[in-house]
């Protein structure tokens, strides 16, 4: 694909740091940086591609605006396949700015969110899935989340939708072949031999649809909420999960009275952290207001961590938050079992039913680990991660799987009634088609656009 003009971007965080990237791609993307540019020995157009050429940014006047490093990667073996240019300038605020604004001016156009992606994409750089896992290893907050991300990257899902489409492509020129030259001595394909191999993939669909829950938790982290009556100890559960003291911990009723959100990482899985004001009729206006915010959390969380004090026995606000518990996914936690216990383990175990319980003390420690075991064992429920495994992390791509699969499971049903092959054809033609939305290769415009305005300005 031909794109004639040159986009420029700032490619690092705004602030003060060691360094800021300015970055550029396209055709004028070399000439526009030498003409800012002046090197001690070569100019960038002599520059071999990746390489780094030492000089300082200079204005119309010949003034020095900063020292700099240049990069130069030449088309076609680049991010985007286009000329790319780096300028690696001093990371302050004005620095990058500076040379941002000379860019521009230079010729080269303030590239839209995502663009840089985009291109690469285009020029058949990358495909869109794996464009998309971009986005994940940005935002990546665990080693394995990462290490999915990582995966994507490189191809590893792209390679199994396309040994996919290849296995229902070659199922649907035999079928055709078939029916469009029946007076040709073409070996006509056995219902037996397509209902055979459409289990096969119909197989490979279900195992990556089995992986998308757990896909989703490592990208978009589980949201977790910390709920319990006044002073169990709520605050001192997030800040050992943290390793940090991140919440005020004293022992007034109330303290916690606004939402404390942080995100942490329990053995791979990244959790979105809440800490709540304590749950109690309060005529204080202030707590009232941060009890209602931990209702709302409470209803909108993906996991509970139920906490109840094993010092005082189980309140009627703690067998009332127990009955708000019944259809969410949660953990109950006694805490202060260190101190003289006067809760009735087998009452709370009663009003819970199934749910895990995990007794402890935040004092010394004690049950935090087995806390943290209980939370793995419920999120995958049993689920152990491969590290090879291809995982579906992406929720538009577990929707085009869902689909390719109905598809798939209705070209079984026509065969199963005995229909014309020719109906069955229709259906693998759809799933082929749903497939290729994944990595791209059947994607509408308007959906690109969309994918790649979620990305940041300089990627």
């Known amino acids: 694909m031909v794109i004639d003009d040159t986009i420029a971007a700032i490619s690092t965080p705004i602030g003060s740091a060691g360094i800021g990237i300015v970055r550029l791609s396209g055709k004028r993307a070399v000439m526009i940086a030498e003409s800012i540019f002046r090197g001690k020995k070569k100019k960038l157009a002599e520059a071999p591609a990746f390489s780094i050429t030492y000089g300082h940014i200079i204005n119309k006047n010949e003034e020095v605006i900063d020292e700099v490093l240049v990069s130069v990667m030449r088309a076609p073996k680049s991010f985007t396949a286009e000329d790319v240019v780096e300028i690696n300038c001093h990371g302050g605020v004005v620095a990058v700015r500076k040379v941002m604004e000379m860019v521009l001016k230079g010729g080269a156009r303030l590239a839209e969110p995502g663009e840089f992606s985009k291109r690469a994409f285009l020029n058949g750089r990358i495909d869109l ?3 998309e896992s971009i986005i994940d290893l940005i935002n990546a907050k665990t080693e394995k989340s990462l290490q999915v991300a990582v995966g994507q990257l490189t191809g590893t899902l792209s390679d199994k939708i396309r040994y996919m489409r290849r ?13 469009d030259f029946p007076e040709d001595d073409i070996e006509e394909i056995t219902v037996t031999i397509i209902k055979k191999r459409l289990f096969e993939v119909l197989g490979d669909i279900r195992m990556l649809l089995e992986t998308a829950d757990t896909g989703k938790i490592f990208r978009e ?5 910390i709920i319990g009556k006044p002073n169990v100890g709520k605050s001192s559960l997030l800040n050992a999960l943290l390793r940090e003291k991140r919440a005020i911990v004293t022992d007034v009723p109330g303290t916690t009275r606004d939402i404390i959100e942080e995100v942490v990482s329990i053995r791979g899985i990244p959790l979105k952290l809440v800490d709540t004001a304590g749950i109690r009729d309060t005529e204080d206006f202030i707590e009232k207001i941060g009890v209602e915010r931990s209702k709302e959390m409470f209803i909108g969380a993906d996991l509970v961590l139920f906490m109840t004090d094993a010092s005082t026995g189980l309140t009627e606000e703690d067998r009332e938050i127990i009955k708000l518990m019944k259809n969410k996914n949660s ?10 216990k006067q809760t009735d383990f087998s009452e709370i175990k009663g009003l819970v039913g199934e749910k895990d319980t995990v007794e402890m003390s935040l004092l010394t420690g004690e049950g935090l680990e087995v806390l943290e075991e209980k939370i793995e064992q419920l999120v995958y429920a049993g689920r152990v991660f491969v590290q090879d495994e291809v995982m579906i992390t992406n929720i538009r791509h577990k929707n085009s799987l869902a689909l390719v699969q109905k598809s798939l499971e209705e070209a079984v ?8 092959v020719d109906c069955v054809a229709i259906d693998l033609k759809a799933a082929w088609e749903t497939l290729g939305e994944i990595t791209g290769e059947t994607v509408s415009e308007d959906l690109i656009d969309q994918i790649f305005s979620q990305f940041c300005i300089g990627k």
Do not use: F
């Open 167 to 179: 296995q229902l492509l070659e199922l649907i020129a035999q079928i055709e072949a078939g029916i």
């Open 331 to 340: 953990l109950v936690i006694i805490n202060k079992t260190d101190l003289k």
């Open 129 to 131: 899935a794996q464009a």
């Open 221 to 225: 982290g589980i949201k977790t909420v």
């Open 413 to 420: 049903n026509t065969i199963n009634a005995e229909m014309p």
